[in-house]
């Protein structure tokens, strides 16, 4: 069973910094896709960024340049590093994982694993 564990969210001021982690452990099938989603109050679920098994990321338009998705296979962790956090990127990020797509890269209902999230909070 896949488990992941998110870490890294807090409080930072508008134009600040973070990094999001996502430890995986429960499987060894190296063909595995993962994304970041976050969650606003009242608002839908969202793709932020996605990496597919051969390392390549995607990012929707939105998310482009301030955003960068990666990897580090031997530690089995994901990483979102955000720059340049704005008051509308507040919001619970969650870590998914699926080991086959049947449609876009960043569809939340493409997903079967999920962490429990970690809040960001960028305040002005």
């Known amino acids: 069973q896949v488990q992941l564990v998110e870490s890294g969210g807090g409080s930072v001021q508008s134009g600040g910094s973070l990094r999001l982690s996502c430890a995986a452990s429960g499987y060894t099938y190296r063909n595995i896709y993962m994304a970041w989603f976050r969650q606003a109050p009242g608002k839908e679920r969202e793709g932020v960024a996605a990496?597919?098994?051969?390392?390549?990321?995607f990012y929707p338009d939105s998310m482009k340049g301030r955003f960068t998705i990666s990897q580090d296979n031997a530690k089995n962790t994901l990483y979102l590093q955000m720059n340049s956090l704005k008051p509308e990127d507040t919001a619970m990020y969650f870590c998914a994982a699926a080991f086959w797509l049947g449609g876009g890269l960043l569809t939340p209902e493409e997903y079967d694993y999920w962490g429990q999230g970690t809040q960001v909070t960028v305040f002005s």
């Open positions: 990496i597919k098994p051969d390392g390549s990321p």
